[in-house]
């Protein structure tokens, strides 16, 4: 991810193009990609409470369109504008500021085709239901969680990165405040040295500095940083339990401070319904305020522990679900996608582990299992893992990143490997009242699972209505634990079987290896 | 049902009082039961179109209390009010009308206790997820659907009648328009022998007259009228598909002269979302008429086939689902009352049958299984029969009542049982995160259900948190399709078997039979 940076001093204007990437250039210096970072630098004041006093924003213009983008305080009287273009072509700009310093700056910009690899933000599709790249890309979400990862030391999140770069996960849930043992640990300037001895009024620039640094470096490494914006495991610092000035003030802070950045999605709060202070009421209003300070309109979702969360609010743009038992089956997939009426993604399924606690115990086959029955039915899964060993007393991945351990990681690479080669923009659940446990598409493709059923044979029927045409298929078996697929043979030229199905009378059933965690896919051939 | 009615003939009072039950006094004029019927009756104008042209309601005053409660035109000149006081005690009432002969008429009624059987109205629980009468008696939902029973002959109707008096059910889903062949087809005056030849601005009182009959004798023998408002079924005719003016016409004739009834539910329509000629918003708009114009504010739902409506939303009472699949397994059915936050009832599940069309071909083993699973699930499920035979080749229970021919219902009946002597309010999923597969409420009453599964043991076991006491508990064995309940020897004396379970270590399994259908019943004992 490249950042092109203007800086403005003073009344000066300088223009400079810092990137990440080694080798970009200041000849860069008004061009930035589409879906890159264009970053405004201007001094101001730092007397008073710059995040309390200063308004500062700036109102970028296009062919038609306008889109008007907060700034933030950094620190050191440095103010900063991050931009980032939903479309190519020049945009001119303008401050707006109650500092006549910091106002009526202005300057030009090219946003230019992105570089390959950049593939624009993730959004919903048009169905509602699944992913896509602003470039059109499908987007199959295969995520991870690490709670607290980007506030460990640099060497430790170095370690994380090389772990997510050769992992399958390409999305990460991760918090802005802590919730275990944290190299940073305040966001927020320290009074004293009580736990409650803070200011939320005045934000740390450094912290914050610290975190944009590992969402950015995710996104070199094509991760989205699913970034966790309250949780109910701060007790004692009281982070969610702040008056809601003091949360607005910060929301507004992160919004315009990281979502300029393509690879990121808010999730409102982590087990929203166990943070005592604050009622369905108030995470509502906290979205409206996220909505109104997010000019990249990211991705937004909120995480429960037992309670859903009313998914069809109009600023959820994805069900983000915990449940323990949900995907164990296809069957209990489908209602959360009829209910949501959007992308649904099980980002919390009990992780695997060795742990004693019982939401961290799962087998990686069990795991994996979760997986596919969600794959089937029309949704995503996410991952999480405490494996403890002697290396490592306290299987610190969910916390703290650093190592996987886990048997899981090679199989949802696996998984997704077959997402990749499915279809656009992903599986959906086929005849759910039926109960096939096919996912897929309509005539074009179809995944069975069977878990941990271990049948000696499978008879090839496909659903059909009245009238419907079916191609033939090729059909492959595929082992999703031993990461295999088998092509069977010749192809299955399917007629009506009665009133609902269709099969090849010539071949109606395949064998099966009678091993556990098989599938089967089915795709349409000529 | 007692219907207490005083008449009042142009500007003259004069009072009677009618009851269905004989014997009924005119002694009682001016007294109702309280949550039964008092009517008022009117003289006033037949010219014109008195649906259209005549506004009448009376304002029902008691003790910090004031119901205003619309009239309907019941044809001839005559206008009613119909009243159920929800309280006991005095009520004053006058009239309004832009009618002068029907302005400012006024008298009293007194509501007394009700006489034993009349429990009031069911309502949703303060817990949102069960039923209840108004007077506390828990209301266990086990309902069937007969679309157009109400709209058959005099002598079919007895029959369906005294089949209900029979049955085990103690709700009926009924549509208001014909869906199959009927004896009553016209809702609305003839204007030519065509399908479309009618005038939704003329309504014909005697279909209504006949349809409430049905309502009071469903009263009477204690079966709630679950009455549905609008279904897709009728093309040729187009009930579903009236102008907006036409349907909130007719919405508020049925809301004034069906609503006081005290076992009617409002249905809103019958498979919605394939209602074409309407949108979410239409049925939106739909909804918010409704409780305007409903004074006795009945319980509404509305039915889907696909699309699940949004439950959460204010005007509903209770998540009204079809499904064909959802209730295969409890754990499909708790994301239900996750997502909707209320009461959900399967009313349709796919239904026993022997019809060729897969939705009308169950067992009644099957059938009786989704009740179990629904129920301890959480959930309440319905009841449907297409069962062909010599005497009846249409299998019409469905369509227009009659006999029953199912095996399922001595079963539902043997359900019921079971739920009546279950705790109150109802069952409720027990951590439905960790797959217990059990229902109840905790500490005190369990349901394990096993479906087809055969097992020859079952580990006692129930889920604790940290600290929470376990009592002693009897066991029963139920067998669900033979309908009996075998108590297990002695008391399991309950002792913490690992951080998340109890049982009693010197009986930790009971034997089962190895049969399906089996069930496991825990009541806590000294």
């Given at each position: 991810m490249?950042?092109?940076?203007?800086?403005?001093?003073?009344?000066?204007?300088?223009?400079?193009?810092?990137?990440?990437?080694?080798?970009?250039?200041?000849?860069?210096?008004?061009?930035?990609?589409?879906?890159?970072?264009?970053?405004?630098?201007?001094?101001?004041?730092?007397?008073?409470?710059?995040?309390?006093?200063?308004?500062?924003?700036?109102?970028?213009?296009?062919?038609?369109?306008?889109?008007?983008?907060?700034?933030?305080?950094?620190?050191g009287?440095?103010?900063?504008?991050?931009?980032?273009?939903?479309?190519?072509?020049?945009?001119?700009?303008?401050?707006?500021?109650?500092?006549?310093?910091?106002?009526?700056?202005?300057?030009?910009?090219?946003?230019?085709?992105?570089?390959?690899?950049?593939?624009?933000?993730?959004?919903?599709?048009?169905?509602?239901?699944?992913?896509?790249?602003?470039?059109?890309?499908?987007?199959?979400?295969?995520?991870?969680?690490?709670?607290?990862?980007?506030?460990?030391?640099?060497?430790?999140?170095?370690?994380?990165?090389?772990?997510?770069?050769a992992?399958?996960?390409?999305?990460v849930?991760?918090?802005?405040?802590?919730?275990?043992?944290?190299?940073?640990?305040?966001?927020?300037?320290?009074?004293?040295?009580?736990?409650?001895?803070?200011?939320?009024?005045?934000?740390?620039p450094?912290?914050?500095?610290?975190?944009?640094?590992?969402?950015?470096?995710?996104?070199a490494?094509?991760?989205?940083?699913?970034?966790?914006?309250?949780?109910?495991?701060?007790?004692?610092?009281?982070?969610?339990?702040?008056?809601?000035?003091?949360?607005?003030?910060?929301?507004?802070?992160?919004?315009?401070?990281f979502?300029?950045?393509?690879?990121?999605?808010?999730?409102?709060?982590?087990?929203y319904?166990?943070?005592?202070?604050?009622?369905v009421?108030?995470?509502?209003?906290?979205?409206?305020?996220?909505?109104?300070?997010?000019?990249?309109?990211?991705?937004?979702?909120?995480?429960?522990?037992?309670?859903?969360?009313?998914?069809?609010?109009?600023?959820?743009?994805?069900?983000?679900?915990?449940?323990?038992?949900?995907?164990?089956?296809?069957?209990r997939?489908?209602?959360?996608?009829?209910?949501?009426?959007?992308?649904?993604?099980?980002?919390?399924?009990?992780?695997?582990?060795?742990s004693?606690?019982?939401?961290?115990?799962?087998?990686?086959?069990?795991?994996?299992?979760?997986?596919?029955?969600?794959?089937?039915?029309?949704?995503?899964?996410?991952?999480?893992e405490?494996?403890?060993?002697d290396?490592?007393?306290?299987g610190?991945?969910?916390?703290?990143?650093?190592?996987?351990?886990?048997?899981?990681?090679?199989?949802?690479?696996?998984?997704?490997?077959?997402?990749?080669?499915?279809?656009?923009?992903?599986?959906?659940?086929?005849?759910?009242?039926?109960?096939?446990?096919l996912?897929?598409?309509?005539?074009?493709?179809y995944?069975?699972?069977?878990?941990?059923?271990?049948?000696?044979?499978?008879?090839?029927?496909?659903?059909?209505?009245?009238?419907?045409?079916?191609?033939?298929?090729?059909?492959?078996?595929?082992?999703?634990?031993?990461?295999?697929?088998?092509?069977?043979?010749?192809?299955?030229?399917?007629?009506?079987?009665?009133?609902?199905?269709?099969?090849?009378?010539?071949?109606?059933?395949?064998?099966?290896?009678?091993?556990?965690?098989?599938?089967?896919?089915?795709?349409?051939?000529?």
């Open positions: 490249t950042v092109s940076r203007r800086s403005v001093l003073g009344g000066t204007l300088a223009a400079g193009a810092v990137g990440m990437a080694p080798g970009a250039s200041a000849a860069s210096a008004d061009r930035v990609e589409r879906w890159g970072v264009h970053e405004i630098v201007l001094q101001g004041p730092s007397d008073g409470n710059p995040f309390e006093d200063v308004r500062l924003a700036a109102d970028f213009t296009s062919v038609g369109r306008r889109v008007t983008v907060p700034g933030f305080y950094d620190g009287g440095t103010y900063r504008i991050r931009f980032s273009p939903p479309d190519l072509g020049h945009w001119t700009w303008r401050t707006t500021s109650n500092v006549a310093v910091l106002r009526d700056r202005g300057g030009r910009v090219e946003a230019v085709p992105p570089r390959p690899g950049n593939r624009g933000p993730v959004r919903t599709t048009r169905d509602g239901y699944h992913f896509a790249y602003a470039d059109g890309t499908p987007y199959r979400p295969v995520g991870t969680t690490s709670y607290s990862w980007a506030l460990q030391s640099d060497a430790r999140c170095v370690e994380t990165l090389a772990t997510l770069a992992a399958p996960f390409n999305k849930r991760m918090c802005v405040f802590p919730n275990v043992a944290s190299v940073a640990t305040d966001p927020f300037a320290r009074t004293g040295h009580g736990p409650r001895d803070w200011d939320p009024a005045r934000i740390d450094a912290y914050f500095r610290r975190f944009e640094d590992r969402i950015r470096r995710l996104g490494i094509g991760v989205e940083a699913d970034v966790i914006l309250f949780h109910p495991y701060d007790k004692v610092r009281g982070y969610s339990a702040m008056p809601r000035a003091d949360d607005e003030r910060y929301l507004r802070y992160v919004a315009a401070r979502g300029a950045f393509r690879n990121v999605w808010w999730s409102m709060a982590n087990e319904d166990i943070v005592e202070s604050k009622t009421a108030d995470w509502d209003h906290l979205f409206e305020v996220l909505v109104a300070a997010d000019s990249h309109d990211r991705l937004r979702s909120i995480h429960n522990l037992n309670t859903y969360y009313d998914h069809r609010k109009p600023w959820i743009t994805h069900a983000s679900i915990q449940h323990g038992a949900a995907v164990l089956d296809d069957g997939v489908h209602p959360h996608r009829n209910f949501a009426q959007k992308a649904v993604i099980f980002d919390e399924v009990i992780y695997e582990g060795n004693s606690k019982r939401w961290a115990n799962l087998t990686g086959e069990q795991l994996v299992e979760r997986f596919w029955w969600g794959t089937v039915g029309g949704a995503y899964v996410g991952h999480g405490v494996v403890t060993g290396d490592d007393p306290d610190s991945w969910l916390g703290q990143g650093g190592r996987l351990r886990g048997t899981s990681p090679p199989r949802l690479a696996f998984l997704r490997r077959i997402l990749e080669e499915g279809p656009a923009p992903g599986i959906d659940p086929i005849q759910q009242f039926w109960d096939y446990h996912g897929g598409r309509d005539f074009t493709w995944l069975r699972y069977f878990g941990q059923d271990r049948p000696a044979e499978w008879p090839v029927v496909l659903p059909t209505r009245d009238g419907d045409p079916h191609p033939n298929y090729r059909v492959d078996v595929i082992d999703t634990w031993n990461m295999t697929v088998m092509p069977v043979e010749g192809v299955f030229r399917m007629q009506r079987k009665n009133e609902y199905d269709v099969h090849d009378p010539a071949r109606p059933t395949i064998p099966l290896p009678g091993r556990p965690y098989m599938a089967v896919r089915l795709v349409a051939s000529p």
